[in-house]
C-alpha cells in the first residue's frame, strides 16, 4: 500500500519569502501524486498533480511542484508568499485503487 | 455551479445518539468519499463508493454507515458504535474514467461533529 510523510508539522515563513514544503511517498510504481490545500473550516482544494511526463509542474496561486523518483520525493514550492496562503497543505498518492493517501499536513503560518 | 453541498456545518451530538451527515453533488460524478479528519493525522478514507447501490469500507469504517441510493447523494451514519466520533467530516467525488488512482478528488467544505 501507498504512503505518505510531510516531515514539517508547521512552518512559519515572512510575506515575500520562498516556501518548499517536503512530501516523501512510498510506492512500488510510479504513483499519482497531489498537493491540495485547505483554508480553516474549510474543505480541500487541488492545488497541482503530476502523473507523467515533465517532473515539473505548475499548479493554481503560482505554485509548482517537482518529481523526484530517485529520492520518492513531491516537493511544493513557491518563490513569494502571499498572506494569503497561509493554510494547511496536504501532499496525497494515488495508486491501483479509489482512494487516496493523504499525509498528515504541514501548517503554514505567514508573517507580515 | 456545480459542487459538493455538505450539511450540517456544525453538529453536536450526546453520546449514544446517532447522526446523519449529508453529502450532496450535482458534478455528475460516478464516485463518491468520506473522509475523517483529525488534527495531525491528516485525512482518513471511511467509506467510498463507486456507482450507485455499491459502496466498500475505507480504512476506518468501524462505526460508520453509508447508502448510496442516488448518484448525488451519499449521507453518511456516525453511529454510537464510534468510540470517538469528535472530528471534522469531508465528503468528496470524483469521476472514475482513466486510471483509477489519477482521479482527481472535489471536495465539499465539511462537517463538524462535536460529542457532548
Known amino acids: 500500500a501507498q504512503s505518505v510523510t510531510q516531515p514539517d508539522i508547521h512552518i512559519t515563513v515572512s510575506e515575500g519569502a520562498s516556501l518548499e514544503l517536503r512530501c516523501n511517498y512510498s510506492y512500488g510504481a510510479t504513483p499519482y501524486l497531489f498537493w491540495y490545500v485547505q483554508s480553516p473550516g474549510q474543505g480541500l482544494q487541488l492545488l497541482l498533480k503530476?502523473?507523467?511526463?515533465?517532473?515539473l509542474v505548475q499548479g493554481i496561486k503560482g505554485f509548482e511542484a517537482e518529481f523526484k523518483r530517485s529520492q520518492s520525493s513531491f516537493n511544493l514550492r513557491k518563490p513569494s508568499v502571499h498572506w494569503s496562503d497561509a493554510a494547511e497543505y496536504f501532499c496525497a498518492v494515488g495508486a491501483d485503487d479509489y482512494k487516496l493517501s493523504f499525509g498528515a499536513g504541514t501548517t503554514v503560518t505567514v508573517r507580515a | 455551479d456545480g459542487g459538493i453541498t455538505q450539511s450540517p456545518k456544525y453538529l453536536f451530538r450526546k453520546e449514544g445518539q446517532n447522526v446523519t451527515l449529508s453529502c450532496e453533488q450535482n458534478?455528475?460524478?460516478?464516485?463518491m468519499y468520506w473522509y475523517r479528519q483529525d488534527p495531525g493525522q491528516g485525512l482518513r478514507l471511511i467509506y467510498y463508493s463507486q456507482i450507485v447501490n455499491d459502496f466498500q469500507k475505507g480504512d476506518i469504517a468501524e462505526g460508520y454507515s453509508v447508502s448510496r441510493e442516488k448518484k448525488e447523494s451519499f449521507p453518511l451514519t456516525v453511529t454510537s458504535a464510534q468510540k470517538n466520533p469528535t472530528a471534522f467530516y469531508l465528503c468528496?467525488?470524483?469521476?472514475?474514467?482513466?486510471?483509477?488512482?489519477?482521479?482527481?478528488?472535489?471536495f465539499g467544505a465539511g462537517s463538524r461533529l462535536t460529542v457532548l
Open positions: 458534478l455528475n460524478h460516478d464516485a
Open positions: 503530476y502523473f507523467s511526463g515533465d517532473t
Open positions: 468528496a467525488s470524483s469521476t472514475t474514467k482513466g486510471r483509477t488512482g489519477a482521479n482527481v478528488l472535489t
